[in-house]
């Protein structure tokens, strides 16, 4: 019932900025941790940032300083501001949500949305 939407993804050149936003939409009381995933054709899934509900943030080694996560959680939504970006970044971006309590009788342990790609090129 719950889903994750992203959005925000295209193409952009090298050293550009995009800021890609994901949606839980149905009925949800809460969500524990929010973030984004990226996953470059031949590679595995790697985990970008994670957020807390309680704003606590994560980030992997090569974005620290270049993007910033950032959640709504009125909104149950997750957004990931992404700076001076690099060619090697393209790839697929997945929004994901871990502990989601949609009601008393309803829990998702771990959610993925579709991906929206990222393009990085000149």
């Known amino acids: 019932q719950v889903q994750l939407v992203e959005s925000g993804g295209g193409l952009v050149q090298p050293g550009g900025s995009l800021r890609l936003s994901c949606a839980a939409s149905g009925e949800i009381r809460s969500i524990n941790d929010m973030g984004w995933y990226r996953q470059a054709p031949g590679k595995q899934r790697e985990l970008v940032a994670i957020i807390t509900s309680g704003g606590s943030t994560t980030y992997a080694d090569p974005v620290k300083g270049r993007f910033t996560i950032s959640r709504n959680n009125a909104e149950n939504s997750v957004y990931l501001q992404m700076n001076s970006l690099k060619p090697e970044e393209t790839a697929v971006y997945y929004c994901?949500?871990?502990?989601?309590?949609?009601?008393?009788?309803?829990?998702?342990?771990?959610?993925w949305g579709q991906g929206t790609q990222v393009t990085v090129s000149s």
């Open positions: 994901y949500a871990e502990g989601i309590y949609s009601d008393s009788f309803t829990y998702d342990p771990t959610l």
